[in-house]
């Protein structure tokens, strides 16, 4: 018998019990040549071993370099996972987004009821941030293992070891926030696993952030102060104080998190919110300010940057191989589908029935880019319209924001926060086809397709959920259309993205001085932030003065208070959806200020679900069930599941 048994010693952590284990594939040759014991018989004919690649510095620093690749594909669009990262990133399920390409999806998240679940496939949202937040663990692990066998005279200076050790600790410290908060009790791995393990314990979260803040700690001294970095990206010791002051943060350890923004703020490391102009661009507009360069192409690295703490870079080269993410797809609305002006003549849209020249390639409403070769709409002068404009790109309306995020917000600063500016949001859309009478109009949906609506001939959710809302475009790059120009650039973004920025900062440490009840300076943080913004700073009698969103019996949970606390707490979350749409987990934020199931439930406005209800969020979804397919193979020590589920 040919023996072809291959045994796999590396094993990568995507699932905590199962063993990476190539099993035989028997080919006969002849029956009575075989015996039970030789076919019973493992032999590892090839092994990948962290030995061998990880023997070396540059060895461990494509390691690290790993942890970074993992991070940015996984959680930052580094690959089209629509689902998971829109939920993660973009805030699907909470206060300030909903799915707008199908309000009625079975997908992201637009039923808290039929998608948090613990079973699904290896694309099962639940199943992927739990997966991947061990497989960065396991990795993270293996580089700390490897620094310390790693011989002293293998490294190329003084206290390099110890950098390389503070960085993987603080990837791992990343994934453990990211599984205690979504899933609370987890199991506490920091050792690489090397041999299939079955009977994992969930440990105490008391466990979880023991860890944690040690691993924190440890980058806070042991990792380079701000640009004494290796590289362009690298972590540093404000990156570390930032995560450790919203871990405070989730433990209520409000003095703690206080200490650890004070390290940033006004600290030694010369970060400073940025007030005034710099990179010396102006958007396709012709508008700026300093909150447009803040997030305008090239400025994120910028050495006149004291602003940012942790960045995530990507190229700007080719598509689709981590170099991009899906800043146009998930954030941009697919006006491209509009159809039809509301001139069009009134026939049978699908029969058939137009005249030469009648028909829907000659009445589109945004006819775009003109480029030979173009694949939609014939020319009258030669080549082709693209159906696609280069400000716009190719949005898929992943994510609508509500009337939150939308609107609410800005009422009293419409006009003059930067952060609502044209070229930070894109509102007005414009007619694009010279032989309609709309050419160049301003579209209006209610008022131009009225006629259209009254007959049933269009579908209003669509119009307004799918095709023309607000497109929020902080990492966009209108024009920028480096990849399928067919498209315009297909929703592929190659900007540098914040994950980190003193911004955040300040609101964090607003959110300690709240559970501290030191309301006056929380205000003083948030106003520094709106200063910045061009907003007219807030008083604490203002925000006092606030009424009621909604009532207890409104959103059904009798505990709903609507106290000074509640108010100020409720206006600082305003403000970071302010200034943080589209950078941070939302999920984290109202998971750790109790808010999550008050303000889903009153601002989340998505049309196919009834006012109030929230996506039909319960309390157990505060938080996610654990994968079942890890209790199951955790076979030797049954896990409870979570509550509800």
């Known amino acids: 018998m040919m023996n072809t048994k291959i045994k796999i010693n590396h094993f990568s952590g995507s699932r905590l019990a199962l063993a990476i284990l190539v099993l035989s594939l028997a080919l006969p ?142 990837f791992r410290a990343w994934a453990y926030r990211n599984l205690t908060s ?108 300093v909150f447009w360069d803040l997030h305008a192409n090239g400025n994120q690295f910028s050495t006149a940057n004291t602003e940012g703490i942790w960045v995530m870079p990507f190229g700007r080269v080719q598509a689709d191989d981590n170099t991009n993410h899906r800043a146009g797809r998930c954030w941009g609305n697919a006006y491209f589908r509009l159809s039809h002006t509301p001139d069009m003549p009134d026939k049978d ?19 775009g880019e003109r480029r030979l070769g173009g694949q939609n709409f014939p020319h009258i002068n030669g ?61 209006n949906m209610k008022v131009d397709y009225a006629e259209w609506y009254a007959k049933g001939k269009r579908d209003a959710r669509n119009d307004t959920c799918q095709y023309i809302f607000p497109f929020f475009m902080k990492k966009f790059d209108p024009c920028n259309v480096i990849t399928n120009s067919g498209t315009s650039g297909n929703g592929d973004s190659f900007k540098d993205i914040y994950v980190m920025r003193l911004a955040e900062t300040y609101l964090s440490r607003a959110e300690a001085y709240i559970g501290l009840g030191d309301y006056q300076k929380a205000v003083d943080d948030i106003n520094v932030v709106r200063r910045r913004s061009n907003a007219k700073e807030i008083t604490l009698a203002e925000i006092i003065a606030q009424p009621a969103p909604a009532t207890a019996a409104d959103i059904k949970i009798p505990s709903f208070v609507w106290d000074d606390k509640t108010k100020i707490l409720y206006y600082l979350l305003d403000e970071r959806a302010r200034e943080l749409y589209t950078e941070e987990c939302r999920h984290f934020v109202l998971r750790r200020t109790g808010t999550m199931l008050d303000r889903t439930r009153i601002y989340n406005n998505n049309p196919a679900r009834d006012k109030w209800t929230g996506l039909n969020i319960a309390e157990k979804h505060l938080l996610w069930p654990v994968p079942q397919r890890d209790i199951d193979l955790n076979k030797d020590n049954a896990w409870e599941q979570n509550p509800g589920y």
């Not at 009790?185 to 690489?192: E, G, L």
């Not at 020249?357 to 589109?364: D, K, T, V």
């Not at 009337?403 to 894109?426: C, I, P, Q």
């Open 182 to 289: 979504f899933y609370g009790k987890v199991p506490v791995i920091d050792y690489p696993i090397k041999a299939v393990k079955v009977d994992f314990e969930r440990d105490p979260l008391e466990k979880a952030y023991a860890l944690i803040e040690s691993d924190l700690k440890t980058a806070t001294t042991d990792l380079p102060e701000r640009g004494k970095e290796e590289g362009t990206g690298r972590i540093n010791q404000g990156a570390a104080w930032q995560l450790l002051c919203e871990v405070y943060l989730a433990q209520k350890k409000y003095t703690d998190a206080v200490d650890a923004a004070n390290k940033l703020i006004g600290g030694t490391y010369g970060y400073a919110l940025m007030t005034s102009r710099f990179g010396g661009k102006n958007s396709v507009y012709g508008t700026g300010d």
């Open 349 to 367: 849209v699908n029969g058939g029935s137009y005249a030469a020249g009648e028909g829907l390639a000659n009445w589109s409403a945004f006819m």
């Open 383 to 443: 080549g082709t319209y693209s159906g696609y404009s280069d400000t716009l790109g190719r949005g898929v309306s992943w994510i609508h924001p509500t009337n939150l995020t939308s609107y609410f917000l800005w009422e009293g600063n419409w006009d003059n926060d930067y952060r609502n500016a044209k070229h930070m949001v894109r509102r007005d859309f414009y007619y694009d086809n010279p032989k309609s009478s709309f050419h160049g109009k301003k579209i």
């Open 29 to 170: 040759m002849s029956f009575t040549s075989c015996k039970d014991e030789d076919f019973l018989e493992e032999k590892a004919y090839a092994t990948l071993l962290t030995d061998i690649w990880y023997d070396s510095q540059e060895g461990i620093k494509q390691g690290i370099a790993g942890l970074h690749q993992h991070v940015r594909r996984q959680w930052y669009w580094g690959q089209e996972n629509q689902d998971q990262i829109s939920i993660w990133l973009a805030g699907l399920g909470t206060d300030v987004a909903f799915h707008g390409e199908n309000p009625n999806n079975n997908r992201f998240l637009c039923n808290y009821e039929n998608y948090i679940v613990p079973s699904g496939g290896a694309e099962n949202t639940i199943e992927y941030h739990w997966r991947y937040s061990y497989e960065l663990i396991q990795r993270a692990n293996y580089v700390i293992d490897a620094c310390e066998k790693l011989a002293p005279t293998m490294w190329k200076r003084e206290g390099q070891k110890e950098e390389y050790i503070a960085e993987a600790k603080f």
